[in-house]
T-cell receptor, first 113, second 116 residues
Framework: GNSVTQMEGPVTLSEEAFLTINCTYT??????LFWYVQYPGEGLQLLLK?????DKGSNKGFEATYRKETTSFHLEKGSVQVSDSAVYFC????????????FGTGTRLQVTL | DTEVTQTPKHLVMGMTNKKSLKCEQH?????MYWYKQKAKKPPELMFV???????INESVPSRFSPECPNSSLLNLHLHALQPEDSALYLC???????????????FGEGSRLTVL
């Protein structure tokens, strides 16, 4: 079956530190990959996506590269801010799965001054 | 307008009550979704409506009854719920489903439901 594995949280960083949140996947076909973010008290928002191998998604200083050889889609940011504190969900979907996203368990990021 | 609006934000109900959650979007999206999210867990898909027709029901108990009156509105009717149904209920929309599915969902802020 299809699944997404994320690193356990919480991840606690000081402001301006480098962020990596690991995500690996298992899929029966060629998935599209996503990072969604959920700020406290809010719904999820799409942060970035990649639809094929070697694509790089980027938004708001965050980046992730679709690595087919390692089945990974790690999220990175060079310098985090307190406002980046949130829960980050890695997700995948397959063509033909008709509107279904498979989410990882989420990784909570806490950024302190 | 890129918002999905959900009401109420908070709802407390007894196990014998009947209540409804409401969701509205004006982005012209033709697919709408209900998700359930428990604390510290990812969202779980409950229902998908595509072009106002129910296309996916993830084996949700019948005490949850979805309704899509038109392409902009989505309701979730609640009856005889159990305390374990307490959760954040998220509505989402997308431009399409099935052939138009891209994986991009627009979520509302959710309705936090407590069942006593």
């Amino acid at each position: 079956g299809n699944s997404v594995t994320q690193m356990e949280g919480p991840v606690t960083l000081s402001e301006e530190a480098f962020l990596t949140i690991n995500c690996t996947y298992t899929a029966t076909g060629y998935p599209s990959l996503f990072w969604y973010v959920q700020y406290p008290g809010e719904g999820l928002q799409l942060l970035l996506k990649a639809t094929k191998a070697d694509d790089k998604g980027s938004n708001k200083g965050f980046e992730a590269t679709y690595r087919k050889e390692t089945t990974s889609f790690h999220l990175e940011k060079g310098s985090v801010q307190v406002s980046d504190s949130a829960v980050y969900f890695c997700a995948l979907t397959l063509t033909g799965t008709a509107s279904k996203l498979t989410f990882g368990t989420g990784t909570r990021l806490q950024v302190t001054l | 307008d890129t918002e999905v609006t959900q009401t109420p934000k908070h709802l407390v109900m007894g196990m014998t009550n009947k209540k409804s959650l409401k969701c509205e979007q004006h982005m012209g999206h033709r697919a709408m979704y209900w998700y359930k999210q428990k604390a510290k867990k990812p969202p779980e898909l409950m229902f998908v409506y595509s072009y106002e027709k129910l296309s996916i029901n993830e084996s949700v108990p019948s005490r949850f009854s979805p309704e899509c009156p038109n392409s902009s509105l989505l309701n979730l009717h609640l009856h005889a719920l159990q305390p374990e149904d307490s959760a954040l209920y998220l509505c989402a929309s997308s431009q399409g489903a099935s052939g138009g599915w891209t994986g991009e969902l627009f979520f509302g802020e959710g309705s936090r439901l407590t069942v006593l």
